[in-house]
């Protein structure tokens, strides 16, 4: 089993990213899984950006991305994408993607994808 996430880089204050998450090796439906996108700022703890389940299309959100950040999917691509606009310098952080299945309670995480908002 494999994420592998891409998309991340360096953009100024009100830009906008795209991340990527390409999923590979599952022996269960890529839309059996919840994806989530998670971040981590230097001296802090890993924090939940977003959550996508693809039963009854819910999406979920941290507060701090709400109105700028959109999770969608792919199933067909077993890949997962996150949306940023209007990037704020507190959004630096490494992203990275996780698939979580609860029929099985196994949880896959991907390297993670450096995202710099910086002027």
């Known amino acids: 089993v494999q994420l592998v996430e891409s998309g991340g880089g360096l953009v100024q204050p009100g830009g906008s990213l795209r991340l990527s998450c390409a999923a590979s090796g599952f022996t269960l439906a890529f839309s059996s899984y919840v994806m989530s996108w998670y971040r981590q700022a230097p001296g802090k703890e890993r924090e939940l950006v977003a959550h996508?389940?693809?039963?009854?299309?819910?999406?979920v959100y941290a507060d701090s991305v709400k109105g700028r950040f959109t999770i969608s999917r792919d199933n067909a691509k077993s890949t997962a994408y996150l949306q940023m606009n209007n990037l704020k310098p507190e959004d630096t952080a490494v992203y990275y993607c996780?698939?979580?299945?609860?029929?099985?309670?196994?949880?896959?995480w991907g390297q993670g994808t450096q995202v710099t908002v910086s002027s």
């Open positions: 996508s389940i693809s039963a009854g299309g819910i999406r």
């Open positions: 996780k698939a979580f299945h609860s029929g099985t309670a196994s949880a896959h």
